[in-house]
């Protein structure tokens, strides 16, 4: 069984925990955001940040739905950074948007198609050259 904190110890873990909520309601989904860069942001090991907040408690899960909700605005802002750039012309997003987006069916539909493509052999085009007359 795990030791209580002590109350000094629960007062400086509850500061750490509205630091770490502000911090991560600032992130509007810039870059994913994980326990370990939490734990470096906020000096502290892991096993420092699981005695704070044990998997099983309420800061724990705050904490949690917090890091999901930025994986989800990244989500979100990248998609949109790609609709644009497919919007404009570039293939490469239009590719990577369809593959991201796509339903597995789609997805498995597309990989189909990528490995007839890559089965097919090679075609040569057929160019021919019209010779011009001289003139006598």
């Known amino acids: 069984m795990k030791e209580e904190l002590s109350p000094e110890v629960q007062k400086k873990a509850q500061k750490k925990f509205e630091q770490i909520c502000e911090f991560l309601k600032s992130e509007k989904g810039s870059k994913t955001i ?5 734990c470096a942001w906020m000096l502290m090991s892991k096993q420092l940040f699981y005695d704070y907040f044990p998997v099983d408690s309420d800061h724990f899960d705050r ?7 930025n994986r989800i ?3 979100t802002s990248t998609t949109e950074n ?9 293939t490469v997003a239009t590719i990577y948007l369809n ?3 796509s339903s597995k069916e789609q997805k498995e539909h597309m990989a189909q198609q990528e490995k007839q ?3 097919a052999p090679p075609t040569v085009p057929n160019i021919e050259f019209n010779e011009r007359k ?3």
């Not at 994980?34 to 939490?38: G, R, S």
């Not at 790609?82 to 570039?90: E, T």
């Open 134 to 136: 001289k003139d006598d």
């Open 82 to 90: 790609l609709i644009m750039q497919s919007d404009s012309g570039n």
């Open 63 to 69: 904490i949690k739905e917090l890091l999901e909700h």
């Open 34 to 38: 994980w326990v370990t860069d939490l």
């Open 99 to 101: 593959k991201m987006t």
């Open 117 to 119: 493509i890559d089965q």
């Open 73 to 75: 605005n990244l989500h």
